[in-house]
């Protein structure tokens, strides 16, 4: 390459760059030869074939790192004096040299359980048109990937397909990929994979903390697929850290008449060099994974679940247009709609919205209606969903600071029949999910489903105290406020009693900074401040030091205080502040 007239210092420049970069690889190949753990890593599963699929060099004179993951350095990150290669460089002078020391290394580790059955080399150079990023190489390993497809279908057939048993996450984590890898399954079967996926669900239904593991996996993997492979394919993508991708359809590439609903339960075996069945297309995946995530995934990963299945209509699916005005069609539509002389019910799981009419004021309405709701959640309807409520009524708790939102008004009308607390205690304990929130909240607002019916419950009567306790339990107060709102409502209904003080201490300890209680009159009593110790002498300094700030302030005011008392209440008082670490 002819590097012009500063071509000798160009040319010594570009050498170093290259040293610096061949000495990264070697050393990071040499960790890795230095490593105990390989063959016994790959021994977990017989789904997985090595260690790594996939390594970066990130070129900065003096720092250059190769590693497995991006380290994401970008233009801001590197000094002027930095070397500028052009793109020709890159590819011409860098890039083939490069290339032949991971081949040579790949000649040494390639069927090693250091390399995958497949394995890309990238890099990340600094040129004078910015960062460019580059896939160096990619290799594949024939025979790894021979095994590892007879594996799969080893592991499918018995383990799933004809399997009674539990399945193992660490296997779903490789196969969830697997099954969307395009180098293992050029074309995809889409009924086939999403099978696969439900029975892995289906295997580990009865126990709730390995299928939301499971659960979390299959979405993770689908995510990857619609974002990198899928979507890229029909569209333009604008990558943000800050916000969602946007995505702008390229001219054409609208499916239309292409993409037809598939029948999820036919039976397509597993030939990964088969040309794909005639009536499956990989949208299938792209609406399933939106399903998916609108139905098991948290509050906040819903808009990427109602992105899909929008830009799944945008290229022409009308199964997703069907699924935005109907629903995803995994609820019966006798447990969707109902409608009789007192009221009307029907629900949408992909805007998690369930619409209620009520046509005759009075307890039967809403009982019809609490019951609709809690068949729905105990099926898996999304516990993030919000109401739209048509009603003459309109009753709120006597709680201060909550949304005047039609969720709020509904359960604040059927609180108002004593007949229905048993019911709505039922709905209460199937809504609360931690790290849920009503779609109809936000910000300081934000509630935990079955928010309004524990705080009117729980102002209603004693026999709902097990049931506060239980709600604060499961409280997000890193996202959740209203908890303060109920708090001091409680306090003050309740005030300090043998019966509320564990209650009111069990609350405190999801309170936030802002709370304060009018409770110091109370505490006047010693007998007050014994039952208050007996609850907060056995908590964490820090728990303790939550649940006496909102009563006594800062640790030091109550340290002035137990100076300035004498005999049992000076005791009581210190005992309240060494539980609080001073």
Known sequence: MDYGKAGDKVKEAVEQALEEMIQAINEWFNEQAARTDLEQTIQRTKLQMGIFDDIFVLYKPGRTIVDSLDMGWDEGSLSTQTIRFTEEMVRTEVQPRLVEVIQEKLADWADTPLIDYRFTFRGKFPTSNGMLKLTLLEYVNEEKRQLLLERI????????????????????????????DPVLFPSLDSPWIIRQY?????????????????????????????????????FDVQVSDYRENEYTLKPGQKLGGQIKDTNQDKDMGIDPDQDQAEDSHPIDLLLYAAVMILRFEPSYSKPRGLKFLELAKQLGSEQAERMLTEGSGTYKPEDTYVKTEQVKCQANDVFARITIQIHQEGPGAYQQALAFIIRLLEQGFPKSYHIKLKSKAKQY????????????????????????????????????????????TEGEKSGMPGSYAVFGLGLSSE?????????????DDEHQMIQDKFIAAFAEKYGVTVNSVSVLVQGLRRSTDGLKLKLLPEFEQDEKLEWLLGQVEELESHDAQRVLYPIFGKVEKLVALARKADGKRKELLLGLSQAAGK
């Open 153 to 180: 279908r080893t592991y499918t057939e018995q383990r799933l397909e004809q399997g009674v048993h539990p399945t193992k996450p660490l296997e779903t984590t490789f196969l969830a990929k697997h099954l969307l």
């Open 198 to 234: 439900e029975q892995i669900q289906t295997l580990n239904r009865e126990r709730k903390d390995a299928l939301a593991e499971h659960r979390h996996t299959i979405i993770y993997a689908l995510t990857l697929w619609a974002e990198k492979q899928f979507l890229p394919q029909f």
């Open 463 to 475: 026999q709902y105290f097990p049931l506060i306790n239980d709600y604060m339990g499961q409280v």
């Open 397 to 440: 708790l006597p709680v201060k600071g909550l949304a005047k939102s039609d969720t709020h008004r509904f359960f604040a009308n059927a609180l108002a029949y004593p007949e229905l607390h048993p019911l709505l205690e039922q709905y209460a304990r199937a809504a609360i999910q931690e790290f849920e929130f009503y779609a109809d």
